[in-house]
């Protein structure tokens, strides 16, 4: 689980990035221009909770095979009074923004609670194994938000170049991880990522 985990995350982080750069010509060319700056700006918060809700997605199933069901209902329903909640507080005064980073906090409302039950039924569940893939992650996003000041296409490329190079420079896979990738890569593959990488 541990290894889905963090493939969901390391997937996660470019696609959220990605939409982040090209969420204007995304909204304008699916909604209309009519929708301009605010539903980019909505999007560019929201795309953020696959990040937590990818995750979320797995526990869930991984509860309810340890027969948690109960609990993964009052956690949902939990994270549902939460929104609903703190949306009455602060949409008023701050707007569809605040809802849109709301709905993100709700789904880290979600890992927490899950985390909580995983804990109990599981066993200590050390989170150090993610990060090399959250620090790969940081340094993409900041190399695309800067550079995307000047140009949001450069930005993406550079930004998925500097992702996948963080990725081996912080060591994102384990030697174990390494082992299982490598043994479904072709030969030619396999043989051309240096040793250190692995």
Sequence with gaps: SRLAVKLLVMVAFPVAMSVTLLATP??????????????????????????????????????????????????????????IGVNLLFVGSFGYIASAWILVGGE??????????MHRQLGAFDWHFMKGPLAAGLVMAAVGWGVSRFHVSLALVVSMVVYLGALILFRAFTPEEWALFSSLMPARLRNAIPAGWR
């Design 26 to 83: 995304l909204v304008g060319v699916l909604s209309g221009s009519q929708f301009l700056p605010q539903g980019a700006q909505i999007l560019r918060i929201l795309i953020w909770s696959i990040l937590f809700g990818w995750v979320n997605s797995l526990t869930n199933y991984v509860l309810i095979a340890l027969d948690r069901q109960r609990y993964v209902l009052v956690a949902s329903a939990i994270r549902v009074v939460f929104t």
């Design 108 to 117: 880290l409302l979600l890992v927490i609670l899950f985390h909580i039950e």
